[in-house]
């Protein structure tokens, strides 16, 4: 129960912190002016989701044309956008913002939240479709933790990243550019690998052996990207606890002097509340991804052979209601799974340990229920022997003489599944 959660905590925590952090910093920042930028920057977050919400539906479609060409161009978009929004913050921030006379261009802020969100969102977006289409044959108790586990880590983000925009708000202008800086770069070197890990899919960039050596660590461990960003992060809580406690100031009452430690302690307990969610979000997405990405070794297969054309499993031997894998070498040396279960009474499961989807990765228990090793759904053991969703993929038996009675031209004619 606990690896199904995590499973599905772990994206939208990602996906929701990865956006929520960078935004509420450039929020922040453009706060502190009154003017219309902060409303255009909420503008472009909404354009933002919109489109990603509606590139995910048309995924789903099967209309949505090349996907890895289209995040390219997004993510170029994003690097350019996020490079020219960082321009302008130096630029304010030398000219004395946020006083009268210094001022951020609309345009230079208004890319930055619809390219960030776009870029995480489609995956967002197709993670959750998971959810409003499930398949027919999922009906077990714990499917709610499935939808539970990903809304719980999209709030979780989405909360961390409120407290980094209280935080970013308590630090001085330039405290706070230096933060943002550190912050974009790392999400600007994340967009910058994935777009030349297209470039050399596509054969665009030429694979030299120095560009490969550099290029696919950083590839494959993208969760490096993601544990940078948190570590930088921190730094917004960090300049506040480094900051002096307040000496009364001439001209101060001892009432006046005690509302300022009364706000500095409140600043304190802020930047502990960034460090608290930060660690937390940390330990999630290092420790509770690892324990969620493991996978159970399947059971050994019990080997079995054809009499006359013909395999018979004793009904007693599968008579518990747990789970039988049964091993068969079809022609052509090709070894194939199949699977066994009582369902109740005189009923009986038999299937490959195969599906349509998910291929032959097989089944395992877990908790008393069938569950597909590759991607975690739980089968209800009533519409095992059926076709469709995650099932194991069934094929014809009989049952005869107290024994399940497979004909091995059955199974030959699935060994395709199983090379």
Same mark, same amino acid.
């Given at each position: 129960?606990?690896?199904?959660l995590?499973?599905?905590?772990?994206?939208?925590?990602?996906?929701?912190?990865?956006?929520?952090?960078?935004? /509420?910093?450039?929020?922040?920042?453009?706060?502190?002016?009154?003017?219309?930028?902060?409303?255009?920057?909420?503008?472009?977050?909404?354009?933002?989701?919109?489109?990603?919400?509606?590139?995910?539906?048309?995924?789903?479609?099967?209309?949505?044309?090349?996907?890895?060409?289209?995040?390219?161009?997004?993510?170029?978009?994003?690097?350019?956008?996020?490079?020219?929004?960082?321009?302008?913050?130096?630029?304010s921030?030398?000219?004395?913002?946020?006083?009268?006379?210094?001022?951020?261009?609309?345009?230079?802020?208004?890319?930055?939240? /619809?390219?960030?969100?776009?870029?995480?969102?489609?995956?967002?977006?197709?993670?959750?479709?998971?959810?409003?289409?499930?398949?027919?044959?999922?009906?077990?108790?714990?499917?709610?933790?499935q939808?539970?586990?990903?809304?719980?880590?999209?709030?979780?983000?989405?909360?961390?990243?409120?407290?980094?925009?209280?935080?970013?708000?308590?630090?001085?202008?330039?405290?706070?550019?230096?933060?943002?800086?550190?912050?974009?770069?790392?999400?600007?070197?994340?967009?910058?690998?994935?777009?030349?890990?297209?470039?050399?899919?596509?054969?665009?960039?030429?694979?030299?052996?120095?560009?490969?050596?550099?290029?696919?660590?950083?590839?494959?461990?993208?969760?490096?990207?993601?544990? /940078?960003?948190?570590?930088? +992060?921190?730094?917004?809580?960090?300049?506040?606890?480094?900051?002096?406690?307040?000496?009364?100031?001439?001209?101060l009452?001892?009432?006046?002097?005690r509302?300022?430690?009364?706000?500095?302690?409140?600043?304190?307990?802020?930047?502990?509340?960034?460090?608290?969610?930060?660690?937390?979000?940390?330990?999630?997405? +290092?420790?509770?991804?690892?324990? /969620?990405?493991?996978?159970?070794?399947?059971?050994?297969?019990?080997?079995?052979?054809?009499?006359?054309?013909?395999?018979?499993?004793?009904?007693?031997?599968?008579?518990?209601?747990?789970?039988?894998?049964?091993?068969? +070498?079809?022609?052509?040396?090709?070894v194939?799974?199949?699977?066994?279960?009582?369902k109740?009474?005189?009923?009986?499961?038999?299937?490959?340990?195969?599906?349509?989807?998910?291929?032959?990765?097989g089944?395992?228990?877990r908790?008393?229920?069938?569950?597909c090793?590759?991607?975690?759904?739980?089968?209800?053991?009533?519409?095992?022997?059926?076709?469709?969703?995650?099932?194991?993929?069934?094929?014809?038996?009989?049952? +005869?003489g107290?024994?399940?009675?497979?004909?091995?031209e059955?199974?030959?004619?699935?060994?395709?599944?199983?090379r």
């Amino acid at each position: 129960m606990l690896q199904t959660l995590l499973q599905n905590l772990l994206p939208g925590l990602q996906n929701a912190t990865a956006v929520a952090i960078p935004l /509420a910093v450039l929020l922040a920042f453009v706060a502190r002016r009154p003017g219309g930028l902060t409303k255009w920057l909420r503008r472009s977050a909404a354009l933002g989701t919109a489109g990603a919400l509606a590139l995910a539906a048309m995924r789903l479609a099967s209309v949505l044309g090349d996907r890895e060409v289209l995040e390219g161009w997004v993510l170029v978009w994003a690097i350019v956008a996020e490079a020219l929004m960082l321009v302008y913050l130096w630029r304010s921030y030398k000219g004395g913002y946020p006083d009268e006379g210094t001022n951020i261009p609309v345009w230079a802020v208004l890319s930055v939240p /619809a390219a960030l969100i776009l870029a995480k969102g489609l995956d967002f977006f197709l993670f959750a479709g998971r959810f409003v289409m499930p398949a027919a044959d999922v009906v077990w108790p714990g499917y709610a933790l499935q939808p539970g586990g990903f809304l719980a880590g999209t709030a979780l983000g989405l909360l961390a990243g409120l407290a980094v925009f209280r935080v970013a708000s308590m630090v001085s202008v330039r405290e706070l550019v230096r933060g943002a800086t550190a912050i974009f770069a790392v999400v600007m070197a994340q967009q910058a690998v994935i777009v030349i890990q297209v470039l050399l899919a596509r054969g665009i960039l030429p694979m030299k052996k120095w560009l490969l050596a550099l290029m696919v660590p950083l590839i494959n461990h993208q969760n490096w990207f993601f544990c /940078a960003l948190l570590a930088v +992060t921190l730094a917004l809580p960090a300049f506040l606890f480094l900051r002096r406690r307040p000496a009364p100031a001439p001209g101060l009452n001892p009432a006046q002097y005690r509302k300022l430690l009364a706000a500095v302690r409140r600043q304190m307990r802020w930047g502990a509340v960034v460090i608290a969610s930060i660690s937390l979000v940390f330990g999630l997405a +290092t420790v509770g991804k690892a324990y /969620a990405d493991q996978k159970p070794e399947l059971s050994p297969a019990v080997p079995v052979v054809a009499q006359k054309g013909e395999i018979a499993i004793s009904l007693d031997s599968v008579a518990d209601g747990r789970l039988h894998r049964y091993s068969y +070498t079809a022609s052509g040396g090709t070894v194939m799974r199949f699977i066994i279960i009582k369902k109740g009474g005189s009923a009986y499961g038999v299937g490959l340990d195969a599906c349509d989807i998910c291929g032959p990765t097989g089944y395992y228990e877990r908790d008393g229920q069938v569950v597909c090793k590759l991607c975690d759904v739980v089968m209800n053991k009533a519409t095992i022997g059926f076709k469709g969703g995650c099932n194991p993929v069934p094929f014809p038996y009989k049952i +005869t003489g107290g024994k399940i009675v497979i004909a091995a031209e059955a199974l030959e004619k699935e060994k395709k599944r199983f090379r």
